[in-house]
């Protein structure tokens, strides 16, 4: 089973220089498209234009938080459908449960691994997934 990352637009949003670059780096290393964004204006600005297969987005964040944006994502019809993973320097059951109450689809504790991002998008993505 082949994976198949190359079409695939990635937004990565995370007020982080280090998360966004390792992010990206990651995931340009397996073919996908990468878009970054500092916080959740940024990124609302961004998505319309560059229609991301999948978002992870940083709880933490100044302005517009994680949980903020991603409801703001989730309350849009046309991005509704797209994945939206958490990711936080916390594994909390609480921030888990709210990041479920905003609509997100799954959360990941950082530092995450090349595994962990990949696999996410696995798990999510149905075209990430040549069989």
Same mark, same amino acid.
């Given at each position: 089973?082949? *994976?198949? $990352?190359? #079409?695939?637009?990635?937004?990565?949003?995370?007020?982080?220089?280090?998360?966004?670059?390792?992010?990206?780096?990651? &995931?340009?290393?397996?073919?996908?498209?990468?878009?970054? +964004?500092?916080?959740?204006?940024?990124? &609302?600005?961004?998505?319309?234009?560059?229609? !991301?297969?999948?978002?992870?987005? *940083?709880?933490?964040?100044?302005?517009? *938080? =994680?949980?903020?944006?991603?409801?703001?994502?989730?309350?849009? #019809?046309? $991005?509704? +459908?797209?994945?939206?993973?958490?990711? %936080? %320097?916390? *594994?909390?059951?609480?921030?888990?449960?709210? =990041?479920?109450?905003? =609509? #997100?689809?799954?959360?990941?504790?950082? !530092? $995450? #691994?090349?595994?962990? &991002? &990949? =696999? /996410?998008?696995?798990?999510?993505? !149905?075209? /990430?997934?040549? +069989?």
């Amino acid at each position: 089973m082949e *994976d198949n $990352f190359e #079409s695939l637009k990635v937004m990565v949003i995370d007020d982080s220089k280090t998360i966004r670059r390792t992010a990206e780096t990651l &995931l340009k290393k397996v073919g996908c498209t990468v878009v970054t +964004a500092t916080d959740g204006f940024d990124a &609302l600005a961004k998505i319309a234009d560059t229609q !991301p297969n999948i978002i992870f987005v *940083d709880i933490m964040m100044p302005r517009l *938080d =994680g949980y903020q944006t991603c409801a703001l994502i989730k309350n849009n #019809s046309a $991005f509704k +459908a797209t994945p939206v993973i958490m990711l %936080s %320097s916390k *594994d909390g059951l609480f921030d888990k449960a709210k =990041g479920r109450i905003v =609509g #997100s689809d799954q959360y990941l504790t950082k !530092p $995450f #691994s090349k595994e962990e &991002l &990949l =696999g /996410a998008i696995r798990a999510h993505v !149905p075209s /990430a997934n040549n +069989a």
